[in-house]
T-cell receptor, first 112, second 118 residues
Framework: SQKIEQNSEALNIQEGKTATLTCNYT??????LQWYRQDPGRGPVFLLL?????KEKRKERLKVTFDTTLKQSLFHITASQPADSATYLC???????????FGAGTRLAVHP | DTAVSQTPKYLVTQMGNDKSIKCEQN?????MYWYKQDSKKFLKIMFS???????INETVPNRFSPKSPDKAHLNLHINSLELGDSAVYFC?????????????????FGPGTRLTVL
């Protein structure tokens, strides 16, 4: 069956460290994968998109990798700050019409 | 300026009632979506419309009926509400996404409508 999985437990890290979140999928062949941030009581906000032919994408302190062989994407936040605390969702394309399949998200807590 | 807005933000109602949630986007986008986020936080696509045409129609009970009077609006009407309909419903929009090919457009989400069915 098709699945998209993210770390189900919250990730707690110290301010200034690098946070690494994982997104694994099975039985999909996405052309691209997106990462969103969701704060409590708010809608998801787009962060980064990476295509199947790209290994890595960066935006300021954010970095995303995409390994289509491992069927995995890693999302890194370097020099993390308490303001980075949120739930991070990965979403992959399921084959057209911009239909996104979302993971359940990983809650990140950055402690001062 | 709110890009994607939804009303109401909270909706509490009794089982069996009919209710509507409204969504408007002022981004000039062609495609709009409805998602449901349940208590386990999974965000699932329900419908999408492109220029008032239904494009994505997931396996959703036919008690749920989307209506798009124009490309800036996509409303969701729910008949005979059930306890299991309790969730947060998000509207979203994107510039493309309905060409039939691989759209990669960012989706912009509204603030959500928390529906509670008693």
């Amino acid at each position: 069956s098709q699945k998209i999985e993210q770390n189900s437990e919250a990730l707690n890290i110290q301010e200034g460290k690098t946070a690494t979140l994982t997104c694994n999928y099975t039985n999909y062949s996405p052309a691209y994968l997106q990462w969103y941030r969701q704060d409590p009581g708010r809608g998801p906000v787009f962060l980064l998109l990476i295509r199947e032919n790209e290994k890595e994408k960066r935006k300021e302190r954010l970095k995303v990798t995409f390994d289509t062989t491992l069927k995995q994407s890693l999302f890194h936040i370097t020099a993390s700050q308490p303001a980075d605390s949120a739930t991070y969702l990965c979403a992959l394309d399921s084959g057209g019409y911009n239909k996104l399949i979302f993971g359940a998200g990983t809650r990140l807590a950055v402690h001062p | 300026d709110t890009a994607v807005s939804q009303t109401p933000k909270y909706l509490v109602t009794q089982m069996g009632n009919d209710k509507s949630i409204k969504c408007e986007q002022n981004l000039g986008h062609d495609t709009m979506y409805w998602y449901k986020q349940d208590s386990k936080k999974f965000l699932k696509i329900m419908f999408s419309y492109n220029n008032k045409e239904l494009i994505i129609n997931e396996t959703v009970p036919n008690r749920f009926s989307p209506k798009s009077p124009d490309k800036a609006h996509l409303n969701l009407h729910i008949n005979s509400l059930e306890l299991g309909d309790s969730a947060v419903y998000f509207c979203a929009s994107s510039q493309e996404g309905a060409s039939g090919g691989v759209g990669t457009d960012t989706q912009y989400f509204g603030p959500g409508t928390r529906l509670t069915v008693l």
